[in-house]
């Protein structure tokens, strides 16, 4: 069984394995959509594979006549602008098939080969033959949006002293003309559709940060602003991309968990039959492989802004509404629903020595300190988006998604960058406490207990006194000496110790001390530090319902 072309022509072969195979005319689908592309995506990882294209695959094997994109038959068309040998190491050699292994919390799989990818391109101005097919894409009538999933770090233009990256700034001076940065080459396309008559256009950002549309568009009107400056293009091109009519960069809010190719699942494949399962490795350290796995959930709202028309997307899920809405769920998830638990249960899970995530759901402490910081302490401050339920969706996410045992994600893993969260994921409850006088800053228990695990978990000391490595965050080497000094078991004055840094509003989002948070921190910090399995006794003590 060799995921291919010629490959999946015994299709009894897979059927019989339980295998969810195309059931359209995938020659056909491949022609339409080359000649009249509606859907370019930006960004061949994991997330793409297990989300956007089988949201096309889902539509294209209803075989329904009465809409839009199923009645023509189109897939989507993929381009990688990262790493390129994700395209030609695993989308080229399998033509353009991938496996979709979908891990149920009810303990059932589900498999689906996904062939809903009529294209795979370079997003490499060196390639010559490969961009001008990107600019042939972006000059086709039918093309309605681009769309992207290349992490919020590929939308910035500028180095951490703040200053413009060498690529960036050698694209401003020399144009649209074989750019070098990722969104110059993006702009450059979008100014080949300006120059065959301003077509119109929705520049989707898919990725997982807040008001995404808006990085998107910041990063490509540099690029016109400064081309036209240098006289690199007309000033023309900075008036399409103001115009809304013309072009859109709506806001997105994502939600799927699709961690890399597991070791189990490519077992479980290899069981199956199938062939050449394995991963690939590529020279940026992209692991890649012919299957992705991921989670049964999943949450696509898009602001509905779409001037060259949009097909019905909403019939496999996705839902299309405005931007106040998007934003509002956005914040319903990473400020009450979903992030905040997740970030605790990555604190002490690495202090309690978890290796899953989901199995921290069966550790009865853990289980309550995300229920009532969720139940209790969030849900009252939350924004009803009317499109989701915010009860209904902590109730999938401590119910469904985390407890999930096929779901090989770690608290090593969320515990990464926690400093740069904090802020947003607890600050902003705080400051709606803050806010409404019906609500006192006081009944919240649970969340300064968050505060205080983080501390703890800086002191690379788990609860049985043994070292473990603190995972990657801009502000280790500021923050880990605040607590250097702190010995489980000894006694030292937690007020003076933490008095900096409970004071900074950049990490916790408000001055804990001016709001008269900062001593119950310090009291936790205290418990917590006492001794050999003091988090445990702490966490007992604190979580009674």
Request: with cysteine; net charge negative.
């Amino acid at each position: 069984m060799r995921l291919s072309e010629e490959g999946l022509k015994n299709r009894s072969e897979w059927e019989e394995k339980g295998y969810h195979l195309p059931q359209y005319d995938r020659q056909k689908m491949i022609e339409r959509t080359k000649e009249n592309p509606y859907w370019i995506h930006f960004g061949a990882g994991n997330i793409f594979r297990a989300f956007q294209a089988n949201i096309v695959e889902r539509l294209l094997n209803e075989q329904k006549v009465d809409r839009g994109l199923i009645a023509t038959q189109r897939g989507l068309i993929v381009a990688e602008g990262f790493d390129y040998e994700i395209v030609e190491k695993m989308n080229h050699p399998h033509d353009e098939y991938s496996i979709l292994v979908t891990l149920k919390a009810d303990g059932s799989v589900e498999k689906t080969v996904i062939g809903s990818i009529a294209e795979s391109l370079v997003l490499d101005s060196e390639n010559e033959k490969q961009f001008q097919r990107l600019q042939e894409i972006f000059k086709k009538d039918s093309l309605q949006m681009a769309s992207f999933t290349i992490t919020e770090k590929g939308y910035s233009l500028v180095g951490v002293n703040g200053e413009f990256l060498a690529d960036v700034e050698e694209d401003f001076l020399r144009g649209p003309q074989e750019p070098k940065s990722y969104m110059g080459k993006v702009a450059a396309l979008l100014y080949t559709r300006y120059q065959d008559g301003a077509k119109p256009i929705a520049m989707v950002s898919m990725d997982n940060c807040s008001h995404n549309g808006d990085k998107l568009f910041a990063a490509i009107f540099s690029f016109a602003e400064k081309w036209a400056e240098n006289g690199k293009c007309e000033y023309g091109f900075v008036d399409y991309i103001k115009d809304k009519t013309k072009v859109t960069f709506p806001w997105t809010m994502i939600d799927k968990i699709t961690p890399r190719p597991d070791a189990s699942v490519k077992e479980m494949l290899i069981q199956d039959g199938v062939e050449e399962l394995e991963p690939v490795i590529t020279s940026k350290k992209s692991y890649v492989a012919p299957f992705v796995n991921a989670e049964e959930c999943e949450y696509l709202v898009v602001e509905d802004a779409f001037p060259n028309g949009r097909e019905d997307l909403a019939a496999a899920g996705v839902m299309f509404t405005d931007r106040e809405t998007v934003d509002k769920v956005e914040k319903m998830k990473v400020c009450t629903c979903l992030n905040p638990l997740h970030t605790a249960l990555a604190v002490y899970g690495c202090l309690l020595g978890y290796k899953k995530i989901s199995e921290e759901m069966a550790d009865e402490e853990l289980r309550s300190l995300v229920e009532i910081t969720g139940y209790k302490e969030g849900l009252p401050v939350v924004v009803n988006p009317g499109i989701l339920d915010p009860k209904e969706f902590i109730d999938t996410v401590l119910q469904v998604r985390i407890p999930n045992p096929f779901m090989p994600d770690t608290p090593q893993r969320i515990a990464t960058d926690t400093s740069q969260k904090l802020a947003i994921r607890y600050g902003e409850t705080i400051k709606a406490y803050l806010a409404d006088p019906k609500l006192d800053i006081d009944d919240l228990k649970l969340i300064p207990l968050i505060f205080a695990g983080w501390l703890r978990y800086l002191m690379g000391v788990d609860d049985q006194g043994k070292s473990f490595d603190l995972s990657p965050d801009p502000l280790l080497d500021r923050v880990c000496p605040i607590v250097a000094e702190v010995k489980l078991g000894e006694t030292f004055d937690a007020r003076e110790v933490l008095k900096e840094i409970l004071s900074d509003t950049e990490i916790f989002g408000v001055d804990l001390h001016e709001i008269g948070m900062a001593e119950r921190v310090e009291q936790y910090f205290t418990e917590l530090t006492a001794g050999v399995g003091a988090v445990r006794e702490t966490l007992k003590k604190y979580t009674r319902k």
